[in-house]
Protein backbone atom coordinates (compact mmCIF):
# COMPACT_ATOMS: atom_id res chain seq x y z
CA UNK A 1 0.00 0.00 0.00
CA UNK A 2 0.78 3.96 -0.75
CA UNK A 3 2.95 5.98 1.96
CA UNK A 4 1.32 9.44 1.46
CA UNK A 5 3.25 12.32 2.49
CA UNK A 6 2.49 16.24 2.54
CA UNK A 7 3.66 17.45 -1.09
CA UNK A 8 4.28 18.38 -3.87
CA UNK A 9 7.02 15.88 -5.12
CA UNK A 10 10.39 16.33 -4.25
CA UNK A 11 10.05 18.01 -0.87
CA UNK A 12 12.01 17.40 2.29
CA UNK A 13 8.79 15.61 3.62
CA UNK A 14 8.84 13.24 0.51
CA UNK A 15 12.42 12.89 1.28
CA UNK A 16 11.46 11.57 4.78
CA UNK A 17 9.28 9.84 3.29
CA UNK A 18 11.64 7.61 1.07
CA UNK A 19 14.19 6.90 3.50
CA UNK A 20 11.62 5.05 5.95
CA UNK A 21 10.01 3.39 3.51
CA UNK A 22 12.53 3.14 0.29
CA UNK A 23 10.83 0.48 -1.41
CA UNK A 24 6.97 1.56 -1.02
CA UNK A 25 4.65 4.04 -3.38
CA UNK A 26 4.64 7.17 -2.40
CA UNK A 27 1.31 9.53 -2.82
CA UNK A 28 1.73 13.42 -2.51
CA UNK A 29 -1.23 15.13 -0.56
CA UNK A 30 -1.56 19.06 -0.56
CA UNK A 31 -2.20 19.96 2.98
CA UNK A 32 -1.29 18.32 6.36
CA UNK A 33 -5.12 16.95 7.18
CA UNK A 34 -5.71 15.97 3.93
CA UNK A 35 -3.11 13.26 4.31
CA UNK A 36 -3.69 12.74 8.27
CA UNK A 37 -7.03 11.72 6.88
CA UNK A 38 -6.07 9.43 4.10
CA UNK A 39 -4.57 7.35 6.13
CA UNK A 40 -7.31 7.52 8.37
CA UNK A 41 -9.33 6.27 5.98
CA UNK A 42 -7.22 3.40 5.34
CA UNK A 43 -6.50 5.11 1.51
CA UNK A 44 -2.88 4.80 2.57
CA UNK A 45 -0.64 2.18 5.10
CA UNK A 46 0.66 5.74 6.76
CA UNK A 47 1.53 9.31 6.25
CA UNK A 48 4.35 11.25 6.86
CA UNK A 49 4.05 14.88 7.95
CA UNK A 50 6.39 17.61 9.43
CA UNK A 51 6.42 17.84 13.13
CA UNK A 52 9.28 20.92 14.59
CA UNK A 53 11.75 22.43 12.58
CA UNK A 54 14.92 23.57 14.20
CA UNK A 55 14.72 27.26 13.85
CA UNK A 56 11.09 27.94 13.07
CA UNK A 57 9.71 25.73 15.84
CA UNK A 58 6.82 23.08 15.53
CA UNK A 59 3.94 22.67 13.09
CA UNK A 60 1.48 23.72 15.32
CA UNK A 61 -1.20 21.97 12.65
CA UNK A 62 0.12 18.84 13.17
CA UNK A 63 -0.14 18.60 16.52
CA UNK A 64 -3.78 20.44 16.84
CA UNK A 65 -4.94 18.07 13.66
CA UNK A 66 -3.60 14.54 15.94
CA UNK A 67 -5.04 16.08 19.19
CA UNK A 68 -8.69 17.07 18.22
CA UNK A 69 -9.20 16.15 14.94
CA UNK A 70 -7.63 12.37 14.21
CA UNK A 71 -5.79 10.84 16.93
CA UNK A 72 -3.86 8.65 15.31
CA UNK A 73 -1.03 6.94 17.20
CA UNK A 74 2.39 8.33 16.25
CA UNK A 75 4.24 4.81 14.83
CA UNK A 76 7.77 6.06 14.07
CA UNK A 77 9.44 9.68 13.78
CA UNK A 78 12.76 10.76 11.28
CA UNK A 79 14.83 13.71 11.80
CA UNK A 80 16.37 14.78 8.85
CA UNK A 81 18.89 18.02 7.99
CA UNK A 82 17.61 20.34 6.33
CA UNK A 83 20.33 21.00 3.22
CA UNK A 84 19.19 23.88 0.81
CA UNK A 85 21.07 24.20 -2.35
CA UNK A 86 21.11 27.08 -5.67
CA UNK A 87 19.78 25.22 -8.80
CA UNK A 88 19.74 26.01 -12.10
CA UNK A 89 18.63 25.15 -15.48
CA UNK A 90 20.97 23.33 -17.52
CA UNK A 91 21.14 26.06 -20.26
CA UNK A 92 21.97 28.55 -17.57
CA UNK A 93 24.58 27.17 -15.69
CA UNK A 94 28.04 28.50 -17.03
CA UNK A 95 25.90 31.88 -16.56
CA UNK A 96 24.71 30.85 -13.19
CA UNK A 97 26.33 34.18 -11.17
CA UNK A 98 23.77 36.15 -13.55
CA UNK A 99 21.19 35.18 -12.11
CA UNK A 100 18.06 38.47 -11.68
CA UNK A 101 15.66 36.25 -9.44
CA UNK A 102 15.90 33.37 -7.13
CA UNK A 103 12.68 31.20 -6.58
CA UNK A 104 11.96 29.18 -3.46
CA UNK A 105 9.77 29.02 -0.68
CA UNK A 106 9.60 31.90 2.09
CA UNK A 107 11.16 30.24 4.94
CA UNK A 108 14.48 28.93 2.71
CA UNK A 109 15.00 32.34 1.60
CA UNK A 110 15.41 33.26 5.04
CA UNK A 111 17.29 30.26 5.65
CA UNK A 112 19.95 31.67 3.02
CA UNK A 113 20.22 35.39 3.56
CA UNK A 114 23.78 35.73 3.83
CA UNK A 115 24.56 33.73 0.86
CA UNK A 116 22.14 35.79 -0.92
CA UNK A 117 23.25 38.88 0.06
CA UNK A 118 27.11 38.15 -0.74
CA UNK A 119 26.91 35.84 -3.75
CA UNK A 120 23.58 36.84 -5.56
CA UNK A 121 23.26 40.39 -4.14
CA UNK A 122 20.51 42.63 -6.05
CA UNK A 123 19.08 39.35 -7.29
CA UNK A 124 15.15 39.40 -6.60
CA UNK A 125 13.56 36.93 -3.97
CA UNK A 126 10.46 35.46 -5.32
CA UNK A 127 8.80 33.36 -2.63
CA UNK A 128 6.94 29.89 -4.07
CA UNK A 129 4.65 28.20 -2.67
CA UNK A 130 7.31 25.57 -1.53
CA UNK A 131 11.00 24.56 -2.71
CA UNK A 132 9.60 21.82 -4.88
CA UNK A 133 7.08 24.49 -6.72
CA UNK A 134 10.22 26.82 -6.88
CA UNK A 135 12.68 24.14 -8.82
CA UNK A 136 9.75 23.20 -11.00
CA UNK A 137 9.37 26.74 -11.85
CA UNK A 138 12.76 26.81 -13.24
CA UNK A 139 13.03 23.81 -15.14
CA UNK A 140 10.02 24.92 -17.58
CA UNK A 141 11.25 28.23 -17.85
CA UNK A 142 15.17 27.75 -18.94
CA UNK A 143 14.85 31.28 -21.03
CA UNK A 144 14.85 33.23 -17.55
CA UNK A 145 18.05 34.41 -15.84
CA UNK A 146 16.61 32.42 -12.43
CA UNK A 147 17.80 30.22 -10.00
CA UNK A 148 15.67 28.00 -7.67
CA UNK A 149 16.57 27.03 -3.69
CA UNK A 150 16.04 23.57 -3.01
CA UNK A 151 16.89 19.90 -1.95
CA UNK A 152 18.72 17.44 -4.48
CA UNK A 153 15.49 15.53 -4.88
CA UNK A 154 13.96 18.79 -6.23
CA UNK A 155 17.02 19.18 -8.71
CA UNK A 156 16.85 15.21 -9.88
CA UNK A 157 12.91 15.37 -10.40
CA UNK A 158 12.99 18.54 -12.54
CA UNK A 159 16.18 18.18 -14.31
CA UNK A 160 18.10 20.88 -12.63
CA UNK A 161 21.70 21.58 -12.03
CA UNK A 162 22.96 22.24 -8.20
CA UNK A 163 26.07 25.07 -8.88
CA UNK A 164 26.59 26.18 -5.16
CA UNK A 165 25.31 22.99 -2.50
CA UNK A 166 24.66 24.26 1.24
CA UNK A 167 23.79 27.75 0.45
CA UNK A 168 21.96 27.65 3.88
CA UNK A 169 23.49 30.10 7.04
CA UNK A 170 22.68 27.30 9.52
CA UNK A 171 24.46 23.82 9.45
CA UNK A 172 22.00 22.63 12.77
CA UNK A 173 19.02 22.87 10.97
CA UNK A 174 16.50 19.88 11.31
CA UNK A 175 13.29 18.92 10.66
CA UNK A 176 11.47 16.21 12.52
CA UNK A 177 8.73 14.24 10.68
CA UNK A 178 6.42 11.69 12.44
CA UNK A 179 4.86 8.78 10.89
CA UNK A 180 1.08 8.23 11.96
CA UNK A 181 -1.24 5.10 10.76
CA UNK A 182 -4.39 3.45 11.86
CA UNK A 183 -1.82 0.29 12.61
CA UNK A 184 -0.70 0.42 16.26
CA UNK A 185 2.65 -1.54 15.70
CA UNK A 186 5.65 1.01 15.63
CA UNK A 187 8.18 0.66 12.61
CA UNK A 188 10.89 -1.53 13.22
CA UNK A 189 14.34 -0.42 14.93
CA UNK A 190 15.99 -2.73 11.96
CA UNK A 191 17.83 -0.18 10.30
CA UNK A 192 20.73 1.68 10.34
CA UNK A 193 18.83 4.99 10.68
CA UNK A 194 17.88 4.19 14.54
CA UNK A 195 18.57 6.06 17.26
CA UNK A 196 16.55 5.17 20.20
CA UNK A 197 12.53 4.88 21.08
CA UNK A 198 10.50 7.61 22.90
CA UNK A 199 6.96 7.98 24.03
CA UNK A 200 4.69 10.66 23.73
CA UNK A 201 1.58 11.80 25.79
CA UNK A 202 -0.67 14.98 26.49
CA UNK A 203 -1.55 15.54 29.51
CA UNK A 204 -4.89 18.09 30.53
CA UNK A 205 -4.80 19.42 33.55
CA UNK A 206 -7.92 19.36 35.78
CA UNK A 207 -7.50 23.58 36.82
CA UNK A 208 -5.47 25.98 37.32
CA UNK A 209 -3.46 25.36 40.12
CA UNK A 210 -0.32 26.54 42.09
CA UNK A 211 1.74 23.70 41.40
CA UNK A 212 0.05 21.66 38.88
CA UNK A 213 2.34 21.08 36.26
CA UNK A 214 5.42 20.62 39.16
CA UNK A 215 3.36 17.57 40.97
CA UNK A 216 2.83 16.33 36.78
CA UNK A 217 6.98 16.85 36.12
CA UNK A 218 7.48 15.43 39.12
CA UNK A 219 5.76 11.88 38.45
CA UNK A 220 8.58 11.74 36.08
CA UNK A 221 11.37 13.17 37.93
CA UNK A 222 11.51 10.96 40.69
CA UNK A 223 11.18 8.05 38.41
CA UNK A 224 14.24 9.49 36.52
CA UNK A 225 12.97 9.72 33.17
CA UNK A 226 13.95 12.11 30.99
CA UNK A 227 11.65 14.26 29.21
CA UNK A 228 12.97 15.51 25.68
CA UNK A 229 10.50 17.91 24.98
CA UNK A 230 7.58 19.59 27.11
CA UNK A 231 5.12 21.80 24.79
CA UNK A 232 1.74 23.75 26.00
CA UNK A 233 -1.06 24.03 23.55
CA UNK A 234 -4.25 25.86 24.05
CA UNK A 235 -6.72 23.42 24.50
CA UNK A 236 -9.47 25.43 22.54
CA UNK A 237 -11.92 25.41 25.47
CA UNK A 238 -11.57 28.57 26.68
CA UNK A 239 -8.75 31.90 27.11
CA UNK A 240 -6.09 30.16 29.12
CA UNK A 241 -6.51 26.82 29.20
CA UNK A 242 -3.62 24.11 28.10
CA UNK A 243 -2.81 20.70 27.26
CA UNK A 244 0.85 19.74 27.51
CA UNK A 245 2.89 17.30 25.10
CA UNK A 246 5.65 15.49 26.65
CA UNK A 247 8.03 13.62 24.62
CA UNK A 248 9.53 10.76 27.10
CA UNK A 249 13.30 9.57 25.93
CA UNK A 250 12.37 5.66 27.16
CA UNK A 251 9.61 3.36 25.24
CA UNK A 252 6.57 2.26 26.94
CA UNK A 253 7.29 -0.31 29.45
CA UNK A 254 5.12 -1.98 32.16
CA UNK A 255 6.46 -0.50 35.20
CA UNK A 256 7.99 3.16 34.92
CA UNK A 257 5.76 5.17 32.29
CA UNK A 258 2.57 3.45 32.94
CA UNK A 259 3.19 4.35 36.81
CA UNK A 260 3.53 7.70 35.75
CA UNK A 261 0.47 8.18 33.88
CA UNK A 262 -1.44 6.10 36.98
CA UNK A 263 0.18 8.89 39.53
CA UNK A 264 -0.90 11.86 37.27
CA UNK A 265 -3.98 11.15 36.64
CA UNK A 266 -4.52 10.44 40.24
CA UNK A 267 -4.28 14.40 40.57
CA UNK A 268 -7.16 14.53 38.55
CA UNK A 269 -5.45 15.01 34.63
CA UNK A 270 -6.02 13.45 31.84
CA UNK A 271 -3.72 11.82 30.07
CA UNK A 272 -3.53 10.94 26.05
CA UNK A 273 -1.13 8.38 24.60
CA UNK A 274 0.04 9.36 21.48
CA UNK A 275 2.49 6.38 20.28
CA UNK A 276 5.43 4.70 21.69
CA UNK A 277 7.54 4.47 18.74
CA UNK A 278 11.46 4.49 17.69
CA UNK A 279 13.25 7.58 16.26
CA UNK A 280 15.41 7.74 13.03
CA UNK A 281 18.38 10.02 12.19
CA UNK A 282 18.79 10.80 8.58
Known sequence: MKIGYLGPKATFTE????????????????TIPDCIDAAAAGEIEAAVVPLENALEGSVNLTLDYLIHEQPLPIIGEIVVPIEQHLMVHPYFTPHWREVKEVYSHSHAIAQCRKFLHTVLKGAKQVPMTSTSAAAKFVSEHPHLPAAAIANRLAAKQYGLVIVQENVHDYDYNHTRFIVVSRRKEPLSPVS???????????????????????????????????????????????????????????????????????????????????????????
Open 15 to 30: AAAALLFPSQPREPYD
Open 192 to 282: PLYAGDKTTVVVMLPQDRPGALHQVLSAFAWRRLNLTKIESRPAKTGLGNYFFIIDIDAPMDDVLIPGAIAEIEALGCTVLLLGSYPYYFA
